[in-house]
């Protein structure tokens, strides 16, 4: 698994967790452009939480992605961004640094739940996309490669606050 952690910024040399299923652990740190790579994960059990922790400025930002499936040989992206929490948020109904220390609440993840709220989060930032000249139907949220550098899917998270206001609106 690689991805970036990013808040519109890098999130650079942020501690980075995944923590599966059964309460296994692997931990690696983002590189100066927020970019990690997590090695073998064939041992873990989906779903998963992955976890980054950063600092900017005086700011620690602690944010989560979930994983739903068992990662296969190849390329596997997992960003950790303000929309992934978001995302995270709303499947969990609960605040996902709690659940990330909550075994049970991780083998409880829905995938359907995941997808749904994923979907949901895509068509509300959808006109968003357009304006960026992004292609909506090639960004996924989580998955889609890209760099904190301040253009395409990066300048979303600039323009965009992703906070999550309810505890659960699924």
């Given amino acids: ?5 990013a808040i519109g910024t890098a999130l650079s040399n942020a501690s980075i967790t995944l ?7 692997l931990a690696v740190t983002s590189n100066s452009v927020g970019e990690f790579t ?3 994960v064939s041992d873990l059990e989906e779903p998963m939480m992955i976890q980054a922790k950063g600092v900017l400025g005086d700011r620690e930002f602690v944010l989560h992605s979930i994983i739903t499936h068992k990662p296969i040989s190849g390329d596997n992206t997992i960003n950790i961004t303000p929309a992934s929490e978001s995302i995270a948020h709303q499947t969990l109904c609960k605040e996902p640094a709690q659940a990330f220390e909550e075994v049970k609440t991780i083998q409880a993840i829905d995938k359907t739940t995941f997808d749904r709220t ?3 989060l895509h068509a509300s930032v959808k006109s968003a996309l357009a304006q960026l000249n992004l292609n909506s139907k090639q960004i996924d949220l989580i998955q889609t490669k890209f760099k904190a ?16 206001t309810t505890a659960c609106d699924i």
């Fill in 1 to 5: 698994i690689s991805g970036l952690s």
């Fill in 149 to 164: 550098d301040k253009t395409g899917l990066d300048k979303l998270y600039d323009l965009i606050d992703f906070s999550v």
């Fill in 38 to 40: 997590l090695p073998d």
């Fill in 118 to 120: 994923k979907e949901k």
């Fill in 19 to 25: 923590k599966d299923s059964k309460g296994k652990t």
